[in-house]
């Protein structure tokens, strides 16, 4: 049986997809001018210039591919689960799972987005 996306969870399979194919400029647009991003390991993202930056000079990961397990929408609260398997800039292959979760501002961009990686730490 197919299921048709809701516009959240197509927005975030948009969202990959552009990560994925490594097109900076259009999810950038996906966020807020002021948005923020938290992710382990990094400052604070600041604004649609910091997610620019993120993502054509600081992210490790070189390139890759996202799958959605999961999108949960509570308000306007996306929740993700899902995994990815790629490689790093210094050539090391990587597979790991992670979760993100975004929030949506009134116009229907993300305004918020923390990400977290399920790694063997305590």
Same mark, same amino acid.
């Given at each position: 049986m197919t299921t048709a996306l809701? *516009?959240?969870a197509a927005l975030v399979? +948009?969202?990959? *997809?552009? &990560? +994925? /194919?490594d097109d900076v400029p259009a999810l950038v647009a996906m966020f807020t001018e002021d948005t923020t991003y938290h992710r382990p390991g990094y400052p604070?993202? =600041?604004g649609q210039d910091g997610m /620019?930056?993120?993502y054509t000079h600081q992210r490790v990961i070189k =390139?890759?591919?996202? *799958? &959605?397990e999961s999108v949960v929408l509570e308000g306007d609260q996306i929740a993700v689960r899902g995994s990815f398997e790629g490689v790093l800039r210094d050539g090391t292959r990587t597979s790991l799972r992670y979760a993100d979760f975004f929030t949506l501002a009134a116009d229907g961009r993300? /305004?918020? *987005?923390e990400t977290f990686f399920f790694a063997p730490l305590v």
């Open positions: 809701t *516009r959240e399979h +948009d969202f990959y *997809r552009f &990560v +994925d /194919s604070p993202v =600041a /620019s930056h993120f =390139a890759g591919e996202h *799958r &959605v993300f /305004s918020k *987005r």
